[in-house]
């Protein structure tokens, strides 16, 4: 049985929810790895849909066990809130696996993001999680573990609230109702709490299928993404070593999940962005609006560069592409192949957010189509301009689209040769 990940090949919100979901019925572990209540993965199945934000989606599937690995930013309270909407659809509880040593999100982290003005400026998902881990390299976090030590936690409380009144903070932060819901988290999780690592390599070593679900997208990797404005986590396949502690070269299989388009939420750079009829066809007929924030996101054309770069950076195996429904009605399908630079064609992905900001890019115009993809479910049956716009992608990114998505139910994936 394989070790997969599950990767975002964009800037996020590529529907890898629906793909882990469906990839993970036979798994025995459904790990995540990055990021915390910021991620937003959608499922729609028997019981309805389910908006996961830090719970596995593969452990909605009975006998698959839900790891929160410890490079997660984790939020208990809303963690319980997901946990409580979960059991409110009839579902039944998920069997979760948490790492002792994930950084916790505290109250003061969603304060700060506001009082440092990061919300407003990279427009993230105000969260919390930048300041969690910030924290984490600032050696001044919270971890699960630390909760056995109550003392421990109010000095790492009082500690945090003196800092923000250094900064000018002067409203009542409820340093002791924190204390006590931490213990009380602490006291349900029981034993809950340990032992994911070795399970994750035992299970690795006896073959067991085993999923990485990865949160964010490549473009928005702290390190690979389009920095500043990115996440700060390790959305790549290397965020599987560095948040869940197991050797990469594990994995049988590394997927990609991207737009047969693009999105982007937040500021920051977005070359093929289309404020024009065709991105509004996107948003609306994509539904593009944010999973966690509601926010609209920014619609585009497909970005090869983009997508080349993620494909190179994550050793991606094979492609997903979604969500090739929404372009259905288009006249034609802009393929961005190249950037132009101060004049210069360039083909490569740049480090600078101001370079990739100056960059015009160089289309490629398929024809468009008109049937409606919606019941196809063999790669023969799809129309051949669509086809032509897989073979176009395979060509220029040197990876296989192994798979196509043509609506948002699990049925509507479409495998290919
Ligand atoms: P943060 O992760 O809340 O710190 O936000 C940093 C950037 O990442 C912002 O541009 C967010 O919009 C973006 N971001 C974070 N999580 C997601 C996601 O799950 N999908 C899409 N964008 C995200």
């Not at 505290?106 to 990061?118: I, N, Q, V, Y």
């Not at 994995?251 to 024009?276: N, Q």
């Not at 196809?376 to 220029?396: A, I």
């Amino acid at each position: 049985m394989p070790a997969l990940a599950v990767l975002g090949a964009q800037w996020g919100d590529e529907a890898k929810g629906k793909v882990a979901h469906v990839l993970a019925r036979d798994a025995q572990f459904s790990v995540r790895f990055n990021g915390g209540p910021n991620a937003g993965h959608t499922v729609q199945d028997g019981y309805g849909m389910a908006r996961m934000h830090q719970v596995p989606v593969g452990a909605l599937h009975p006998g698959c066990v839900g790891v929160l690995a410890h490079g997660m930013a984790l939020d208990l309270w809303a963690l319980w809130e997901e946990l409580e909407d979960l059991r409110e659809q009839g579902r039944p509880e998920p069997v979760l696996a948490f790492s002792p040593r994930v950084h916790l999100i505290l109250p003061h982290h969603k304060l700060r993001e506001e009082l440092e003005g990061s919300a407003q400026r990279i427009g993230t998902t105000r969260r919390g999680v930048g300041p969690c881990y910030e924290d984490r390299a600032a050696r001044r976090g919270l971890r699960l573990a630390d909760l056995d030590d109550e003392k421990g936690v109010r000095n790492t409380l009082e500690r945090a609230v003196a800092e923000l009144r250094v900064r000018g903070y002067r409203d009542e932060l409820p340093i002791e109702q924190t204390v006590d819901a931490l213990l009380s988290f602490r006291r349900e999780l029981g034993e809950r709490v340990g032992g994911v690592r070795d399970r994750l390599e035992h299970a690795l070593s006896e073959g067991k299928y085993v999923l990485f679900e990865g949160a964010q997208g490549a473009l928005l990797d702290l390190d690979w993404g389009t920095y500043p404005y990115v996440t700060s986590s390790t959305t790549t396949v290397h965020g599987v070593g560095w948040g869940a502690g197991i050797r990469t070269d594990r994995l049988d299989r590394v997927i990609g999940v991207c737009k047969a388009y693009t999105t982007r939420v937040g500021e920051g750079p977005f070359p093929t962005e289309d404020r024009g009829p065709s991105g509004r066809h996107m948003r609306d007929v994509g539904r593009e609006y944010g999973a966690t924030t509601g926010r609209p996101r920014r619609c585009g054309w497909l970005d090869l560069v983009a997508l080349r770069y993620a494909c190179e950076i994550n050793g991606l195996t094979e492609l997903v592409m979604s969500k090739l429904d929404v372009l259905t009605g288009l006249s034609e399908v802009w393929l961005c192949d190249a950037y132009r630079i101060a004049g210069t064609r360039q083909e490569h992905f740049p480090t600078r957010a101001a370079e990739l900001s100056a960059a015009v890019p160089v289309y490629e115009r398929l024809p468009g189509w008109r049937a409606d993809l919606s019941r196809k479910r063999t790669g023969d049956d799809l129309p051949r301009p669509v086809q032509r716009l897989v073979s176009f992608v395979e060509d220029r990114v040197g990876v296989p689209v192994k798979t196509v998505s043509v609506g948002p139910g699990e049925e509507q994936l479409v495998a290919l040769g």
